[in-house]
């Protein structure tokens, strides 16, 4: 026990997943890109260096973040700290910076200070310790990690965040990028064509000048509205009736999927995930295809939150996370497509079966 190294893990949550949603796409699944990032630091800190983290903080205005993590990281040993912050930017910096503070002078056992976050406004912070004799080690993204921070922690004690993903995680981003970007060069078009063929319309007709340039921007403005993207991987906006009160919601949740009797979906509008399907799935992802289909394929549209209570008890050996996991994959590999949806008073996410997928069809 004496020879034992001790860290305390500092992250600005909002720091790592503005981020990535920055840099790829805004999508709830981000969240557990971060999670992956944190499990693997702590991995790495302990293989490489031999540092045993006792303290680990996480810090955010998770409201304002899209599935919130809080459950996965408590699981893994972080604590979540709420900070309230009216944006992204730089609203978990003073808390952090206090707390750790407070760990330096009540935890002498603790020699090193990992701070994964890349604000310059941490140099007060990073000063203050390194005067206390305390090794620090900053884990960032070299793109967005400020250089003046990166001086005062030195680059041999710098982690690239970009190291701790897996190659399959890498691939994933890469592919929700392109796809983000896919949809929105598709809508673009979309919205190109339809206000060319109202500039058309209106140049043709008989009406006055200044009423024309009236009812095109008017026309116009209809179409912008219309057809923006409501989430990245998603269809464009709900069609009516498809935002749910809180109260009809949690009356369809016990059953895990939308009412029975909406118009069927066409198979070709149901289907999700990548152009060419992946066939190869593992043990665990075929069990949870295998009850997506067989408990939930009477539906449209299954209802994430009872869905993975359904599957803790299906697959009762895997972290919340991995079973969390087993979803993102299945979208990856063609099978699903998961979307959010706007309710009261909470949004929620759904799961649409993709039923052209060869292994959807196979359960079927």
């Known amino acids: 026990m004496q020879n034992d190294k001790y ?14 949603r920055n840099n790829y796409a805004d999508i709830p699944e981000l969240s557990d890109f971060v999670v992956e990032l944190l499990m693997n630091l702590q991995k790495h800190l302990a293989e490489k260096s031999g540092l045993k983290s006792i303290v680990a903080k996480s810090y955010a205005d998770y409201e304002r973040i899209k599935a919130t993590p809080q459950g996965s990281l408590y699981l893994m040993g972080v604590e979540t700290i709420y900070v309230l912050g009216s944006t992204h930017k730089n609203s978990a910096d003073m808390k952090l910076s206090i707390d750790a503070v407070e760990v330096l002078h009540t935890r002498p056992e603790i020699d090193t200070f990992v701070l994964f976050a890349g604000d310059r406004d941490y140099i007060p912070l990073i000063q203050h310790l390194k005067k206390a004799a305390k090794s620090v080690i900053g884990v960032g993204f070299a793109s967005s990690f400020s250089g003046d921070l990166l001086t005062n922690i030195g680059k041999d004690n710098f982690i690239e965040a970009s190291t701790l993903f897996s190659d399959e995680s890498v691939r994933k981003l890469e592919l929700i990028a392109q796809r983000s970007r896919d949809y929105e060069k598709a809508e673009e078009e979309r919205r190109s064509e339809q ?129 969390k996991g087993l979803l993102g994959d299945l979208e990856f590999k063609g099978a699903v497509r998961i979307e959010k949806r706007s309710g ?12 052209n997928h060869p292994s959807v069809r196979e359960m079927c």
């Open 195 to 323: 206000i060319q063929e109202l500039r058309e319309q209106n140049d043709s007709s008989e009406m006055p000048l200044e009423a024309k340039k009236q009812a095109f921007e008017e026309q116009s403005q209809s179409v912008e509205a219309d057809t923006l993207p409501d989430e990245v991987g998603g269809v464009g906006k709900p069609e009516k009736g498809e935002n749910e009160s809180d109260e009809r919601i949690s009356k369809l949740e016990d059953a895990g999927g939308k009412e029975v009797g909406k118009p069927a979906v066409l198979e070709e509008e149901r289907g999700g995930g990548s152009n060419i399907p992946i066939t190869d799935l593992t043990e665990e992802e075929r069990a949870c295809l295998s009850l997506m289909v067989s408990k939930f394929g009477q539906y449209n549209e299954i209802f994430l939150s009872p869905f993975l209570r359904k599957l803790s008890d299906a697959l009762p050996n895997l972290a919340d996370w991995q079973r």
């Open 344 to 355: 009261i008073p909470y949004d929620y996410s759904v799961v649409i079966l993709n039923w």
């Open 7 to 20: 860290t305390a893990i500092f992250v600005d949550y909002e720091n790592v997943y503005y981020h990535l």
